[in-house]
């Protein structure tokens, strides 16, 4: 089951393709779509939702062709764009209500969506003040409301971490993942940071220049290579013969060694870790597992080698080891 499949999907601007013969499946759940400035996502969303039309391929959400069905999907979608585009005079409220509105929803049924949809975001007593004096974070609370209001299978959320802050950062985020586990939403959420969408989505798409650089579960990028960190008292490189000679691929990182868990072995990597300590009659430090971040499996490429992405290119990555 997918809730988004394009087939080499491209669009040429007359100077720029912004997208690339685009192949990717998208199943339900939340899925992160991450690519430097100008990567071709925005363009992406336009035609998911009917808007734009490709200049090549093809393309179906929630099963619906995007040439052609553009309004049944747009019953069925949600959309949060990227920029600004709150009217200043008109309180949260009335906004949503209108949005509900437009989307078909009956006077009665409108208010009340937009009373549990703002209450679902976050916005109390502030739903009734002119949005033009709200903070970046509770515009963006509003525009993902107007996205929620008329109950779609699925939303497309542009940037919706955009100008705020780690802890407002953290709050979208957590909010992007009750969609989808209260509600059952599908949720395809853009951001150039790749660092927070691997905390947030199940999946994630990589696209660079218009072109599918990745498309895995957030687990297969970040378990695959996870490993094992050991730190002795001392005799560390005695410890890493023991661990080589026992077949383990063992590495020196400062006072650490690095144990690659190799998936064959399972849990009995840790034994053999465990014995050779105790053989060597070393204290143990701690022996931790190491989850790689998305951005460090970037800086040496995809393990696939169908390409590379740098991530320094990336503005904002997030670079920290886990
Ligand atoms: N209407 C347009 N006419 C011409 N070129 C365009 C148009 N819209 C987008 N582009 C170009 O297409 C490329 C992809 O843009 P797009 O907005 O999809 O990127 P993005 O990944 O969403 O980045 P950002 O987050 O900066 O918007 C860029 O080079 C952009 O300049």
């Known amino acids: 089951m997918t809730v988004i499949a394009t ?14 013969r685009l192949t ?4 339900p759940g939340v899925t992160g779509l991450v690519g430097a400035n100008g990567a071709g996502k925005s363009t992406l969303i336009k035609i998911l939702l009917g808007l734009s039309p490709a200049s090549e391929g093809r393309a179906r959400v929630l099963g619906l062709d995007v040439a052609t069905e553009g309004n049944a999907i747009r019953e069925r979608v949600g959309y949060m764009p990227e920029h600004d585009c709150l009217p200043p005079d008109v309180s949260a409220t009335e906004f949503v209500v209108h949005m509900a509105r437009m989307s078909g929803l009956p006077p009665s049924a409108a208010r009340e969506r937009t009373a549990d949809t703002l209450r679902h975001v976050g916005l109390y007593e502030e739903r009734y003040r002119p949005m033009g004096g709200y903070s970046t974070g509770m515009k963006q609370r509003v525009k993902l409301a ?5 109950d779609p299978q699925l939303v497309l959320l542009d940037e919706p971490t955009n100008g705020l802050d780690p802890v407002g950062r953290d709050e979208m985020l957590a909010l992007i993942r009750r969609v989808h586990t209260d509600f059952g939403i599908s949720v395809l959420v853009t951001s150039h940071l790749l660092g927070e969408l691997e905390r947030t989505c199940d999946q994630v798409v990589v696209i660079d220049g218009g072109k599918l650089l990745r498309a895995s579960s957030t687990s297969d990028f970040t378990q695959a290579t996870a490993s094992l960190a050991v730190e002795v008292t001392d005799r560390e490189d005695a410890l890493l013969e023991l661990l080589s000679e026992a077949g383990l691929a063992v590495r020196a990182e400062g006072v650490l060694l690095l144990v690659d868990m190799d998936p064959e072995r399972g849990d009995r990597t840790y034994d053999t870790v465990r014995d050779a300590v105790a053989e060597l009659g070393v204290g143990m430090v701690r022996m931790e597992q190491r989850r790689h971040r998305i951005a460090e499996i970037f800086r040496t490429g995809p393990a696939d080698g169908t390409g590379t992405a740098d991530p320094h290119r990336q503005e904002g990555v997030n670079h920290d080891a886990a």
């Open 7 to 20: 087939e080499s999907l491209s669009k040429r601007y007359p100077r720029v393709t912004a997208l690339d």
């Open 24 to 27: 990717v499946d998208i199943t």
């Open 146 to 150: 107007q996205a929620l209001v008329h």
